[in-house]
């Protein structure tokens, strides 16, 4: 029993990690388009 509360566990931690990386992807690409977009905009400027 206490095994299979482990094994329960550790699914779910790692679906929680899973979901907790794909949020931080998915803000590093949110932030990084706009920041890209900003550095070629002010290269084209000057």
Known sequence: MLKATLEIVLFLLSGIALAAAKVAALAA?????????VLLWRKRRK
Do not use: D, E, S
Request: net charge neutral; aromatic share 0%.
């Open 29 to 37: 690409a949110a932030l990084a388009v706009p920041a890209a977009g």
